[in-house]
């Protein structure tokens, strides 16, 4: 009689566990760690892709213009700010000329002496030459001694060494002169073209340097965006080639340029390729100098060939590959890569074909050993 209650009881219990185990294990092969591993596919196809570039930049002057004296020197005036438009030949400031001006007179002066002394020898070198001729005559005739005729021959050299120095003095002086009015004018800053004042590096008062900047002028007609391409994805890039800028500060408009040349020294720390781009148009509203700007260059068009999004291609023991999908089954495929355009899509060299079944996403990691279920699209819901 003992026996019948605890059977009874076992019985309620297994009741009770069997079927919470066989929830478990339902639980388990379709939500759990023994669940298929959801996942998205597409169907590879041929397709012929425009490859694109895509870079980052910033705005830049194709010509600056660093205007400083050519001697050391005080400020002593600038007439320009930084935004003011300036002309060819413009006086945009001065440098303290110091004793400069006294000695420009100076040597003026000399030069005036110079001048008399010339006017003197000129006179006596003319008297010279007369007398010489005059006693060569009186010496035909017999009127005056040969020692007579001789002296004024040498008088007549004395006075035409006489006036070669005197010329040789006054050309000196006008050098001399001539050295020291550069040397003033060079004290004027002038601007050499048509353009935008950027930058006063000295204000009136500050001592300068030979060489140092006081202000700097660019050319307001000629930028150019100094863009930096991945070298990875920079084959194909070449001069002429056309690109679509987008300024930072303007990010609904599309700009039109192309691309002036593609510099020949990369940046080896950052692994980018260097190239120089144009506006077809300059904005009517100038962008500032340093602004960010987004390039996109566009490539010729290549052939149809197998392609692939880019979230396909996954990386394996060091090997990129895909995963493909046959009979249900997965395997590791390494792919060749080719080139790749801005909307994700690669094109395959070797590895997959047209018609081949190829997962994009997964819910989790795969393996060859995962069972899979091919869904539209990954949810936090998803099987």
């Known amino acids: 009689m003992t026996h019948l209650p605890l059977q009874r009881r076992t019985l309620a219990?297994?009741?009770?566990?069997?079927?919470?185990?066989?929830?478990?294990?339902?639980?388990?092969?379709?939500?759990?760690?023994?669940?298929?591993?959801?996942?998205?596919?597409i169907t590879v196809q041929e397709e012929a892709i425009t490859p694109a570039l895509f870079g980052t930049g910033t705005v830049e002057a194709r010509y600056t213009y660093k205007i400083g004296p050519t001697y050391a020197g005080r400020v002593m005036r600038l007439d320009v700010q930084v935004g003011d438009r300036v002309a060819a030949g413009q006086v945009l400031g001065e440098m303290d000329p110091v004793d400069l001006d006294d000695r420009i007179r100076a040597a003026e002066a000399g030069l005036k002496r110079a001048?008399?002394?010339?006017?003197?020898?000129?006179?006596?070198?003319?008297?010279a030459q007369a007398q010489a001729r005059r006693y060569e005559g009186l010496r035909a005739e017999g009127l005056v001694s040969e020692e007579m005729f001789a002296a004024k021959l040498q008088e007549r050299q004395i006075a035409e060494a006489a006036l070669a120095g005197a010329r040789e003095e006054i050309a000196r002086l006008q050098s001399d002169r001539q050295a020291l009015r550069a040397q003033r004018a060079n004290l004027r800053l002038t601007a050499p073209v048509d353009g935008l004042v950027i930058a006063r590096a000295a204000d009136p008062g500050t001592t300068v340097v030979a060489g140092q900047p006081v202000v700097e002028?660019?050319?307001?007609?000629?930028?150019?965006?100094?863009?930096?391409?991945?070298?990875?994805?920079?084959?194909?890039?070449?001069?002429?080639?056309?690109?679509?800028?987008?300024?930072?500060?303007?990010?609904?408009?599309?700009?039109?340029?192309?691309?002036?040349?593609?510099e020949p020294r990369a940046d080896a720390v950052t692994e980018e390729t260097l190239a120089k781009v144009v506006f077809a148009e300059l904005p009517?509203?100038?962008?500032?100098l340093g602004e960010l700007a987004e390039?996109?260059?566009?490539?010729?068009?290549?052939?149809?060939?197998?392609?692939?999004?880019?979230?396909?291609?996954?990386?394996?023991?060091?090997?990129?590959?895909?995963?493909?999908?046959?009979?249900?089954?997965?395997?590791?495929?390494?792919?060749?890569?080719?080139?790749?355009?801005?909307?994700?899509?690669?094109?395959?060299?070797?590895?997959?074909?047209?018609?081949?079944?190829?997962?994009?996403?997964?819910g989790q990691a795969l393996s060859t050993k995962s069972r899979i279920h091919v869904v539209e699209r990954l949810t936090k819901a998803s099987p």
């Open 13 to 41: 219990l297994l009741a009770v566990v069997l079927p919470l185990l066989a929830l478990f294990v339902y639980v388990a092969v379709r939500s759990g760690p023994l669940a298929p591993v959801a996942v998205t596919a």
């Open 115 to 127: 001048q008399a002394v010339l006017r003197e020898a000129e006179a006596r070198n003319t008297f």
């Open 217 to 262: 002028v660019i050319d307001p007609t000629r930028y150019w965006i100094d863009t930096r391409f991945d070298q990875i994805s920079a084959n194909g890039l070449q001069a002429d080639l056309n690109a679509h800028i987008v300024l930072r500060s303007r990010s609904n408009e599309h700009l039109a340029g192309r691309v002036l040349r593609v």
């Open 284 to 288: 009517q509203n100038l962008p500032p």
């Open 295 to 362: 390039v996109t260059v566009a490539l010729p068009a290549l052939p149809a060939a197998p392609v692939i999004p880019n979230a396909a291609i996954k990386r394996i023991d060091g090997r990129l590959g895909v995963w493909l999908i046959r009979d249900g089954e997965l395997a590791f495929t390494p792919v060749a890569l080719g080139a790749s355009d801005l909307d994700g899509r690669v094109q395959v060299r070797r590895g997959v074909k047209a018609g081949d079944r190829v997962v994009v996403h997964s």
